[in-house]
């Protein structure tokens, strides 16, 4: 089986070869950039990037243009590497659709453990299709269609929907939420969740009314 290719973009050359060493010893095949410029062009002449590694603060293109440069194209994972750990950042990340946030200094163990974790969930292709109230999820593409529409959905917010449809009725609260979708422990707000609840009601449309609100507690999804 072809090792999966990581893009590592970071304007620090020291900071690539020590994310690279990890990712290497891992058996992931690793690109490296030194700014966004050159990473969107990286990206567009591999077209079989599994995840990027982006560091916000960079030269000639900065991690957030680069992000969203990318997501008019692509749905790729997204793991954003920032010296600030600013709650507004933060915020700003999940908006244009980061899948994790990792603020330095960071344990190259723990940043390859959530590089693996967000690749075995992309690529889980042993899961059947699931349709529920004109939703149909295929777990094998990783695309959502609503009455026989594509949707395009981020990483996070497919997770979190399918999240949802596999815990039909059952109210879950925004911890278990998080410890569940995000798969780590996440020292994060409740923010983070709203955010996301209130981008996937919006691309589902008439459907986003299976996501009612707990107040207080959190959400629960209902056909």
Known sequence: MDKLKVLV???EQRMRKLVKDFLVKSDFEVLEAGDGEEAVEIFFDNKDIALIILDVMMPKMDGWETCREIRHYSQVPIIMLTAKSDEKDELLGFELG??????????????????EAILRRTNSLNEEKKEVGGILIDQAAHEVTIDGKNIELSFKEFELLTYFVNNQGVALSRERILNNVWN??????????????KKLRSKLG??????????????????
């Open 9 to 11: 973009v970071d304007d």
């Open 98 to 115: 980061v899948d994790e946030y990792i603020s330095k200094p960071f344990s190259p163990k723990i940043l390859v453990a959530r590089v």
């Open 184 to 197: 780590y422990d996440y020292f994060g707000d409740a923010r983070t969740i709203d955010t996301h609840v």
């Open 206 to 223: 008439e459907k986003g009314a299976y996501i009612k609100t707990i107040w207080g507690m959190g959400y629960k999804f209902e056909v």
